[in-house]
């Protein structure tokens, strides 16, 4: 029998520093303290998170639930250093679907995985997954944080989000649909989450670094493309109790051409008039640099509008009202027609 002694392994020794998530646990405690809301029973720290929805203010709710990440926008922000704002982008892309199906997003988890923590990068990222929270009225109450070294290159991590919301029973979007209904689309404020594989084939193409001058911005390229995806909940929710609202398509991957279908029953199209809303600088430099068609460009990214709203003409002016006085810029797009489909007419580039 050998007397030669091994080195005693540690769980630190094989990449995972235990210490390092309890600092960052510390760490993000006030940023998420300061996204409570009525409803919330217990803070960081547990096996679970508690919820209660008749503090909440709910009688006879209907829960609705949404998970999405950020996909390859990541890819930005980790080359730039840049790491502010990517989990507004977490957030949005989760509550912009919830507030779709009528609901008010109560709460949010999220999930973030790396090789090796850095304490001060996570932070920034769950900071901004925060400030999203406390931007949508929904409170941050768990996560995960999971340091998986092998698995992740250095630097790299990945995220993940999930929300719940509520309505009461019987108010399920969309609702009541029909042709005639005028469609009103809120300005997006920039490429928001979804087409960045393209968007980073077109920039590699170009030559330009993250750092050189946007041509579309007065910024830096990569800061410029981090524009955080607009939060839509509280105008969305304001437009929703005004009534008049019959449905809500957050455009996101596929674009206007595949989303807004998916909020219309059988039988039912719209006619679109691309002249209606200005294409912001950034999509128009896509497609120059990328070649795109205009077709490709209305399926890949959301072409300037990221909500689209389904309302009745009755309700048109007092919608656009109540939407600008919370803060969007609201264009009158087209109508709901019969016969199934997305019909363009004019042009976007």
């Given at each position: 029998?050998?007397?030669k ?26 940023a ?11 803070g ?21 639930a ?37 609901a ?28 999203g ?15 998986m070294?092998?698995m ?9 989000g ?19 209904d ?33 041509p ?20 969305a ?7 008049g ?33 200005p ?61 199934e489909?997305?019909r ?6």
């Amino acid at each position: 029998m050998s007397d030669k002694k091994t080195d005693a392994l540690t769980y630190a020794a094989a990449g995972v520093d235990i210490d390092a998530g309890n600092a960052l646990v510390d760490r993000i405690k006030p940023a998420a303290a300061a996204t409570s809301r009525s409803g919330v029973m217990a803070g960081l720290g547990g096996f679970g998170a508690l919820f209660d929805l008749k503090a909440a203010g709910y009688s006879d709710p209907v829960l609705v639930a949404a998970t999405d990440g950020v996909g390859t926008k990541l890819k930005i922000a980790i080359d730039t250093g840049n790491f502010d704002t990517i989990g507004v982008d977490l957030v949005a892309m989760c509550v912009n679907d919830l507030v779709c199906q009528g609901a008010e997003p109560l709460f949010f988890l999220d999930y973030f995985a790396t090789g090796k923590l850095d304490v001060d990068d996570a932070a920034r990222i769950v900071e901004g997954i925060a400030a999203g929270c406390s931007a949508s009225g929904c409170a941050l109450i768990g996560g995960e944080t999971a340091e998986m070294p092998g698995m992740y290159a250095p630097g790299d991590f990945d995220l993940a989000g999930f929300s719940v919301g509520a309505m009461e029973r019987g108010q399920t979007l969309p609702a009541r649909v029909e042709e005639g209904d005028v469609l009103l689309g809120l300005s997006s404020d920039g490429v928001h989450s979804n087409g960045y594989s393209l968007v980073r084939r077109i920039v590699e193409r170009s030559g330009l670094a993250w750092d050189a001058p946007a041509p579309f911005a007065d910024a830096p390229l990569g800061e410029a493309l981090l524009a955080p995806t607009r939060l839509y909940v509280k105008p969305a929710l304001a437009a929703i109790r005004a009534g008049g609202v019959h449905a809500l398509a957050h455009i996101t991957g596929g674009g206007l051409t595949e989303n807004i279908p998916r909020v219309l029953p059988d039988g039912l199209g719209v006619d679109i008039d691309l002249g209606a809303w200005p294409l912001p600088p950034v999509f128009g430099w896509l497609a120059q640099e990328g070649g795109m068609e205009e077709a490709e460009l209305l399926k890949t990214f959301n072409a300037g509008l990221g909500m689209v709203l389904a309302v009745s003409a009755e309700a048109v002016d007092g919608l656009t009202w109540t939407l600008q006085e919370a803060g969007e810029s609201v264009h009158r797009i087209g109508t709901v027609t019969a016969g199934e489909g997305v019909r363009y007419s004019g042009s976007l580039l």
